[in-house]
């Protein structure tokens, strides 16, 4: 799985896809299949998304940037909102030529993915919506707890919260794998993350999204639940739903096959 | 012979990353001897010195990097003393000019410690093991943080110093960056944010240490004579120092650092008093080791530094302003960060500090510390001036 980067706005952003290497400052081949730009969640970076890029790649040509401040990128500051985020992908679509493509957003990434189809409609082909949520329930003492680290006031926590229990019991080198992705990133840029998604409410908006979209959720998440799955399949005309079970708020790393696969379909069935 | 006056800083440049994934060593040391010969007004065909540590680069160190550059320099310089090193670079590099060894010397920095995550202060202190004086440390198991604790303990318990007195000095720092667009950290602190931060090694919190970045930075030095011929005002070198302190076989006194043998060096031979330091930029690994700094260079007696550095002396418009970038607490510390003192207190010398700017500098000093302040330690004291 070949990995580039590329200067967006001053920022050297790191990027994982598919197919041949390339020079520096050369855009790489996406013509095979669809092109299909997966966004991660908050405090997170692509390599949540390797096990999708792999399996993408002899059909399709996968793109999963690490967002600014996030993983090995560049610079130390995340984003201050949804839609700065959202900008940003319009400006790494035109820097790598791609006019328009399939949104794979996760979590936060998801947010984003639902602001690209509303205010740029053009760009986006379709939608996967991964445990994620039009209003995320962001609780005041997660926060605090999260601000707390930023200010060194408590050690960042490691532990199971976003996992099934099946996961934390039987694979739980995705529990670790997960832990060693998340010292990649400022604890600081997790803590804006969450603030930025605890501002954006798309509840109404999305009701005027006017794109295939496939909602996928984990049955045992926790934090972005069946419900708001359930919210977004209901508001966006003819969006499919897909529950995993025993899986978490990590799907993608949890249960990769099934996910996969629901991801080959969507992307077989666009026209 | 004496050096006061003859050569100058010409040009400086401090590379503007915290976090370069996407750049090597190598590639940020060249950007940074780029901006530094850009900001002299010079070119790289002018370079016929050189100075780095060569840590951090393979086999032969430095001539690694003159081939990265293809450079063939008249003088090389790889003093490896710790973070104080390019502070002793750059009197060294002073010495050859005004001996006529060479003629434009460029002392370069860079390091990509943070997004290669390197453990410094955590990590084990005065290196790997093997030298006969490392039986009596390493196998008890020393970290860089620990030995700098245990003079922050000393100091305690001999004359009382408070955490909260520590902690000014943090607190200080990080009102600097907020001024510094380029510094890592820019959130301004309370006192009281460090005594709740966690603790790392008692007494010191986390943000009783300095953070860890990426980055790098250069310097172009030159006769006075053809500095002032260049494009930017030069910082003349007034006078030198440096020294060293082991752990003597456990007879050191803790708390009398190199600090007091080189700032002592530097002071006589520049000819100038305490009361004459406009500002001081003051390597600050941890809390902790400035105040002590402070104390060894003079400028208060010994015991004396935790009422020295509270009600705001150290702030950019108090009596003593130091590390008005933002310091390795706040702006940037990429493992070693000597050429960081000089490229602001140069900055500050020129009057480009913009809000930070220290009122009437005319006179800075810098003193870099290098290695573990509990044990073996390295110690290099400029004092630098606009005339």
């Known amino acids: 799985m070949p990995t580039k980067y590329t200067d967006v706005n001053g920022c050297a952003i790191y990027y994982h896809y598919a197919g041949a290497t390339t020079l520096p400052d050369v855009v790489p081949d996406f013509s095979r299949g669809r092109k299909i730009v997966l966004i991660h969640g908050a405090g997170s970076n692509s390599h949540t998304f390797h096990r999708q890029v792999d399996a993408l790649s002899s059909r399709h040509s996968p793109i999963a940037p690490d967002l600014p401040g996030h993983g090995r990128t560049s610079g130390v500051d995340g984003m201050r909102s949804i839609s700065d985020y959202a900008d940003f992908i319009v400006a790494f679509l035109d820097k790598l030529r791609i006019g328009s493509a399939t949104i794979l957003g996760h979590s936060m990434g998801g947010a984003i993915a639902m602001d690209l189809a509303l205010r740029f409609s053009n760009r986006v082909d379709g939608l996967i919506l991964s445990s994620t949520a039009a209003k995320f329930n962001v609780a005041a003492d997660r926060l605090e707890a999260l601000r707390a680290v930023s200010a060194g006031r408590a050690p960042q926590s490691f532990n199971t919260d976003g996992y099934s229990q099946r996961t934390a019991r039987e694979n739980f ?12 990133t400022d604890p600081r840029v997790r803590y804006t993350d969450m603030v930025a998604v605890a501002e954006v409410d798309l509840r109404d908006a999305i009701a005027k999204i006017a794109k295939p979209a496939l909602v996928l959720a984990g049955a045992d998440d926790v934090g972005t639940t069946v419900a708001d799955a359930e919210l977004i399949t209901g508001k966006i005309p003819g969006a499919k739903l897909r529950v995993f079970a025993d899986a978490g708020h990590y799907a993608p790393r949890e249960r990769p096959a099934e996910y996969n696969a629901a991801i080959a379909e969507f992307l077989d069935g666009l026209k | 012979m004496s050096l006061k006056g003859k050569v100058a800083v010409a040009g400086v440049y401090e590379h503007p990353t915290r976090f370069a994934p996407d750049r090597s060593m190598f590639q940020i040391m060249a950007e940074s001897v780029r901006g530094a010969l850009d900001d002299a007004g010079l070119t790289i065909k002018d370079v016929d010195g050189l100075c780095t540590t060569g840590i951090g680069m393979s086999g032969m160190g430095i001539i690694g990097f003159c081939d990265y550059l293809n450079l063939t320099p008249n003088f090389v310089d790889s003093t490896a003393i710790g973070g104080s090193s390019f502070v002793a670079h750059t009197a060294h590099a002073a010495a050859v000019i005004a001996a006529g060894l060479c003629e434009v010397c460029v002392v370069v ?21 093997g030298d006969p004086c490392d039986q009596y440390e390493v196998p008890f198991g020393p970290t860089t943080v620990g030995a700098y604790a245990m003079i922050a303990q000393r100091h305690m318990h001999d004359y009382g110093t408070k955490p909260e007195q520590l902690a000014e000095i943090a607190v ?8 510094n667009p380029a510094a890592k950290y820019r959130e301004p602190i309370t006192v009281e944010d460090v005594l709740a931060s966690r603790i790392i090694s008692s007494p010191l919190h986390l943000l009783d240490c300095c953070i860890i970045s990426d980055g790098g930075g250069a310097l172009v030095i030159t006769s006075a004579e053809r500095a002032r011929n260049l494009k930017k005002k030069p910082a003349y070198l007034l006078g030198a120092g440096e020294a060293v302190r082991h752990a003597a076989r456990g007879q050191r006194d803790f708390l009398e650092v190199a600090a007091a043998q080189s700032g002592r060096l530097a002071f006589e031979r520049a000819g100038v008093k305490h009361e004459d330091i406009d500002m001081a930029m003051i390597y600050d690994s941890f809390t902790v080791t400035v105040l002590v700094t402070l104390e060894n260079l003079g400028f208060c007696k010994r015991g004396e530094g935790g009422a020295f550095v509270t009600g ?57 510390t290098g290695g573990a302040l509990g044990t073996r330690h390295s110690g290099a004291t400029l004092i630098l001036s606009n005339q």
Not at chain 2, 109 to 123: E, N, V
Not at chain 2, 172 to 179: G, I, L, P
Not at chain 2, 333 to 360: N, S, T, Y
């Open chain 2, 172 to 179: 200080t720092t990080r009102m600097h960056a907020s001024m």
């Open chain 2, 109 to 129: 920095y860079g390091s990509t410690a943070a997004s290669s995550r390197f453990a410094i202060g955590t990590g084990g202190a005065g290196g790997p093991g």
């Open chain 1, 173 to 184: 080198d995705v529990v670790r794998e997960g832990w060693m992705e998340q010292i990649k």
């Open chain 2, 312 to 368: 705001g002396r150290l702030r950019y418009d108090g009596a003593l302003p130091i590390n008005t970038d933002g310091g390795g607490l706040s702006s940037n510390h990429p493992g070693m960060r000597g050429i960081f003192l000089v490229i602001e207190a140069v900055k500050q010398l020129r009057g480009e500090c913009g809000p930070r700017q220290v009122k009437d500098c005319k006179i800075a000093l810098v003193h870099g």
